[in-house]
């Protein structure tokens, strides 16, 4: 079993960034792929991210490409998603979820965080 906690969120002013961090217990953290996700009130959660074991392979949602940047550090039981250039229509609670399989589909996550609250003003 993982138990995943995330951090790092806050409050930014548009065009700013924030490096958020999911945190894992558990010795096979470096087994699971490990997704982020995020939801605003009245919407399903979306796809943002997703971080192959190895942190090899990365994949983004278009609305993410060019501004984010996923990464692990399997060393700490650590993914991190680097978000620069923020927008307000990125305000969200963001989410890491793990998996077996490198997926976009928040129906193959096993394990989520608690979610950690982002909100980008104008």
């Known amino acids: 079993q993982v138990q995943l906690v995330e951090s790092g969120g806050g409050l930014v002013q548009a065009g700013g960034s924030l490096r958020l961090s999911c945190e894992a217990s558990g010795h096979t953290f470096s087994k699971y792929v490990i997704g982020w996700f995020r939801q605003t009130p009245g919407k399903e959660r979306e796809f943002v991210a997703v971080?192959?074991?190895?942190?090899?392979?990365?994949y983004y949602a278009d609305s993410a490409k060019g501004r984010f940047t996923g990464s692990r550090d399997n060393a700490q039981n650590t993914v991190y998603l680097q978000m620069n250039s923020l927008k307000p229509e990125d305000t969200a609670v963001y989410y890491c979820?793990?998996?077996?399989?490198?997926?976009?589909?928040?129906?193959?996550?096993?394990?989520w965080g608690q979610g950690t609250q982002v909100t980008v003003s104008s």
């Open positions: 979820a793990a998996s077996r399989v490198v997926t976009m589909s928040q129906n193959d996550y096993d394990y």
């Open positions: 971080v192959s074991p190895s942190g090899g392979n990365i």
